[in-house]
């Protein structure tokens, strides 16, 4: 595949017809595309390939894999992705963005293991929605040599295959050694005679996929080996490396809402759409009049992307902060930092407010420091008590907390979110806290109809906890891509402050 250096130019994904009307092919991925690519195209596929893996990899903590509840909620967002389409219909496009992603998913252990699983069941989803005669010839086409079993061997031990898996008998069957099958085993789907597994054709995806696990595990791990030869193209290696944490979001820094949220109805929002890792910032700056330097960039970008003016910013935060300090100090020390975030002083940058995942992967907190991610960087003891205390039912709570262990920060965020505004199996896909805020305005305002709760959850203030008590972990989501700017001259700039 080789890379032609183009400008960036408006999405040319819809544009790439040349890769868009090749005949359609579920694969292996055993050669490596030949095309030439932009920059632009090379990125832009890597994203949404990225997009439609992590839609695998929601849905499938959510629900349980191959049964009809997660089928039916993979095909509906699958069909929201911009390149499901192409995925399906597109043997050169399906290629070239699995072998980008390949390239930035080979480099460690972790996330190889996150690739290959998101890959597998998205090979196991679109091998079955394949129609009969489609499954056969892609099995002839791989030469897998499996041994189709004739009729008189059929025959023969009719009663016994009668009695594996739902008692059904189907027309054809398969000769595997059992090793090949051990899920069917496990699960008594198979008879077994001699060492051999006799698989209706219906179940040939276990083998099939077995093969496509091995296979790309090892593609996987001689690409690894070959990475040093990319070091000499500046143009890739940073893109590489920062596919696996991309957001992959919407951009909240390009909204004309400005104004749209004024001094007066921050309290109200904060009880009512703010996430809880902006609830604890602003309870505290509430309560002590001041936050360390984490704590305002992550909370002031928030504001500034809900749609708090520069102007409303400068006497929201100089209102709270001159309660414990001269209004000549706050001028010194902190009116220039809220300006430079917008974008005013400096380098006058557009700043990004952050994403769930630079909160929960970046500058952990410390001793004193309120931002970060309540689910990551709390102790689980006390959150489970500041739920409890906000009347969130038990069950809901144990929920959340199976969420925390399992380090999925961001799916307990989603059903807190649940919980709190009395709705079901939201399908937004929560990756930033802006979004969290707009999907909670939408509920409120009605675009979105809520389901009434037999348990009200109080609204109530938040304890001042300090959020450094935590238990450690990582996450493979993203940051959006003006998080990949060098923004340390900023961070250089805060650290300067006096009391810091």
Not at 23 to 32: E, T
Not at 36 to 42: A, G, K, N, V
Not at 157 to 168: P, V
Request: hydrophobic share 30%; charged share 30%; with cysteine.
């Amino acid at each position: 595949m080789e890379i032609a250096h183009t400008k960036l130019k408006k999405s040319s994904l819809n544009k790439s017809k040349k890769y868009l009307e090749t005949k359609p092919q579920l694969s292996f991925y055993k050669l490596p595309p030949t095309e030439s690519i932009s920059l632009q195209e090379f990125e832009e596929f890597a994203v949404e390939r990225l997009k439609v893996l992590k839609v695998m990899e929601t849905v499938g903590i959510q629900h349980v894999k191959t049964n009809e509840e997660y089928d039916r909620e993979l095909r509906n967002k699958l069909k929201a992705t911009k390149i499901w389409k192409e995925i399906r219909t597109s043997g050169d496009f399906d290629q070239i963005s699995h072998y980008i992603l390949r390239l930035a998913y080979c480099r460690s252990d972790e996330l190889r293991r996150w690739f290959l699983q998101q890959e597998l069941d998205l090979f196991r989803y679109r091998f079955s929605i394949l129609n009969h005669d489609e499954k056969k010839n892609f099995a002839a086409e791989n030469d897998l040599g499996y041994t189709k079993i004739d009729d008189n061997e059929r025959d023969e031990i009719a009663n016994k295959l009668s009695k594996c898996g739902k008692g059904t008998m189907e027309s054809e069957y398969y000769k595997v050694f059992f090793t090949e099958v051990l899920d069917l085993v496990r699960t008594r789907k198979v008879y077994l005679q001699n060492g051999y597994a006799y698989v209706k054709f219906s179940d040939l995806i276990s083998i099939i996929s077995n093969h496509f696990r091995e296979h790309l595990s090892k593609e996987l791990a001689r690409t690894c080996r070959s990475l040093p030869r990319l070091e000499e193209d500046n143009r890739l290696l940073p893109l590489l490396n920062n596919l696996s944490r991309a957001y992959l979001g919407e951009d909240f820094s390009a909204k004309s809402n400005s104004g749209a949220v004024t001094i007066d109805m921050i309290e109200s929002l904060s009880r009512k759409s703010f996430p809880p890792c902006m609830q604890q910032l602003h309870q505290n700056l509430r309560q002590n009049h001041h936050l360390r330097h984490g704590g305002r960039l992550q909370y002031g970008l928030f504001l500034k992307g809900i749609g708090l003016s520069l102007e409303d910013a400068m006497r929201f935060w100089k209102l709270e902060f001159t309660k414990i300090m001269e209004s000549d100090k706050f001028e010194k020390s902190y009116a220039y930092n809220i300006r430079y975030n917008y974008g005013k002083e400096g380098k006058r940058a557009n700043y990004t407010p952050y994403s769930c995942a630079k909160i929960i992967m970046s500058n952990p907190p410390s001793q004193g420091d309120y931002h970060g991610c309540v689910f990551r960087h709390v102790d689980p003891d006390l959150l489970k008590q500041r739920y409890r205390n906000q009347g969130i039912p038990a069950e809901s709570i144990e929920m959340i907390m199976n969420y925390v262990e399992q380090k999925h920060y961001t799916l307990a965020c989603t059903h807190y979110f649940e919980v709190t505004h009395n709705l079901k199996n939201n399908n937004f896909g929560l990756q930033h806290p802006n979004q969290y805020f707009d999907e909670s305005q939408k509920v409120l305002n009605g675009e979105v109809k809520p389901q009434v709760s037999s348990t009200p959850v109080r609204v109530v203030k938040l304890s001042t906890v300090n959020s450094s008590q935590s238990s450690s972990s990582q996450l493979s989501n993203s940051f959006s891509k003006d998080d990949f700017m060098d923004d340390t001259d900023m961070c250089n700039l805060l650290d300067d402050e006096m009391e810091e």
